[in-house]
C-alpha cells in the first residue's frame, strides 16, 4: 500500500479512535483553560496582595506569606514539565490512596499547570490599569479586594484576551502530553492506531493535520471574538414615528 491507501485504511478502521481523541483533547483544553482562568484570578488576587501602614501586624505577615506562596506557586508549575508533573501527581496520589482516573488526573493536572499561567496573565493585565483608577476607586470607599474585582480585573480580562485565547490553543496542543499517564487523547489514539498497523509515519501525519485544524479554526473565532469585544458601541437612533 502507498502512503495514500494506508492513510485511508487507518481513517476507515481507526476513525472513531480519532475522533474520540479529539473529544478528549478539546475536553481538556476546555476545562484546563476555564478552570486555570478562574484559579488564575484568585491565584493573581493574592499575588499582588501588599500591605498597608493600616494593617495590624499579623495582617501585613499574612499578606506577605500568601503572597510569597502564590509566587512559589506559580514558579514551580511554570518551571517544570507537565509531563513531569502528570507523572508526579498520577502516581503519588495512587501512594496516598487518590482514586484517579486516567482522564480526571489528567484535567487536574492541566488545570493546575494553566492556573500559573493565567495568574501572571491576568497580573500583567492587572499592571497595565492606571494606578490613577485605583486611587480613584479606594477613594469612593471600596476594599482592595472591592476595587480588583469592579474595577481592575474586568479590565484586566478584556485586555488579556489574546493571550488568554493563545493559551487555549498551546493547551490543545499540549494536551499530548498526558499520553504519559495513558490519557485517551489525540496523541494516544495515533499511538494506539501505530502500534496495532505499525504505519507510524501515517499516524502522526493524520493527527498532525488534525491538530494543525484545530488550531487554525480557534484561532479564526477567537479573533472575531476579540474584534466583538473591541469594536465601539455604537447606539442607534429610534425612527421617528410616523405621522
Known amino acids: 500500500m502507498n502512503s495514500f491507501e494506508k492513510i485511508f485504511y487507518l481513517l476507515q478502521h481507526y476513525g472513531l479512535l480519532f475522533l474520540q481523541g479529539v473529544g478528549v483533547t478539546l475536553l481538556l483544553a476546555v476545562v484546563g483553560t476555564g478552570v486555570g482562568l478562574f484559579l488564575g484570578l484568585l491565584l493573581s488576587l493574592i499575588r499582588n496582595l501588599k500591605a498597608t ?27 517544570t514539565p507537565m509531563m513531569v508533573q502528570a507523572l508526579i501527581i498520577y502516581f503519588g496520589g495512587k501512594m496516598i490512596g487518590i482514586p484517579w482516573t486516567y482522564l ?35 477613594s469612593l470607599g471600596m476594599t482592595q479586594t472591592q476595587t480588583m474585582f469592579n474595577v481592575v480585573f474586568p479590565q484586566a480580562l478584556k485586555n488579556s484576551i489574546p493571550t488568554i485565547g493563545n493559551e487555549f490553543i498551546i493547551n490543545i496542543k499540549d494536551s499530548s502530553v498526558l499520553n504519559v499517564i495513558t490519557v485517551s487523547e489525540l496523541f494516544m489514539a495515533a499511538k494506539i ?15 498532525a493535520v488534525v491538530y494543525l485544524v484545530l488550531t487554525i479554526a480557534f484561532s479564526q473565532i477567537l479573533k ?20
Open 224 to 243: 472575531r471574538i476579540e474584534k466583538r469585544i473591541d469594536a465601539p458601541f455604537v447606539v442607534k437612533s429610534a425612527k421617528p414615528r410616523s405621522a
Open 104 to 138: 480526571s488526573c489528567g484535567l487536574f493536572v492541566i488545570s493546575i499547570n494553566t492556573t500559573a499561567y493565567m495568574a501572571e496573565i491576568v497580573r500583567s493585565g492587572v499592571n497595565a490599569i492606571d494606578v490613577g483608577q485605583l486611587e480613584a476607586a479606594r
Open 193 to 207: 492506531a501505530s502500534s496495532a498497523t505499525y504505519m507510524f509515519i501515517e499516524s502522526y501525519l493524520i493527527i
Open 53 to 79: 501602614p493600616k494593617d495590624g501586624k499579623f495582617k501585613r505577615f499574612w499578606k506577605k506569606t500568601v503572597s510569597f506562596l502564590a509566587m512559589c506557586y506559580i514558579e514551580l508549575f511554570r518551571g
